[in-house]
């Protein structure tokens, strides 16, 4: 999810050099502010649907230009952490609550698919259960903790002339009355106050 404010100054004269960099401060300011307000509400909404404040944590920013200057055409966005093992799970945990995609009820805990897990062409292509993953594939899933703090299922796959840990499943812990994350409402709520945080850091005296 991402944000960008745009303008393009012809050449400027020595006056105009002084509004230039008012508004170049303005600009990045007030993105730097709406992504900062933006990833926070993100994480308030992970911890609220009880999912716990390592997943939140998962929820980054990035404000470009990110060297500390100031740009009359800056950008943002927020997202979900990956690259790494326990980073991608967290992120596929995130982008299955905020989707509404299907999740497995297993003991005490929900099983979030991993986008590795195949889809179930009959039934409006939805992740196969860990069940159905076993029975296709004709092995268990074998249990491990992620760095998240979480337990992942996973199953051995061949590759090559040897196998590969994959995996197809995230537990979380199932909480009662969990709601659905609202990222996108999020992010349209305070992009829209953009405008705003750009104008409160306008400072020009000419």
Known sequence: MA?????TASK?????????????????????E????????MRDDVEAAGLGY???GAVRKEVYPNNGTLSLDPAGMVFAEGGKPGSRSAAAILGHYERGNPITPLGGALAVPTDKVPLESRF?????????VEARFGRKLQRARLKTGNIGLFMRMRKGKGTVSV????LVKNVPGRKALDFGGIFRRQGARL????????????
């Open 195 to 206: 405008g705003e945080r750009v104008a409160a850091h306008f400072e020009y005296r000419g």
């Open 34 to 41: 709406t992504i900062a307000a933006a990833q926070q509400e």
């Open 167 to 170: 995996l197809m499943f995230v």
């Open 124 to 132: 409006g292509r939805r992740p196969l259960t860990p069940a159905e």
């Open 3 to 7: 944000l960008r404010t745009s303008l």
């Open 12 to 32: 400027p004269r020595a006056h105009e050099k002084a509004l230039i960099a008012a508004m170049e401060k303005a600009h990045t300011l007030g993105m730097r």
């Open 54 to 56: 390592k997943l939140a």
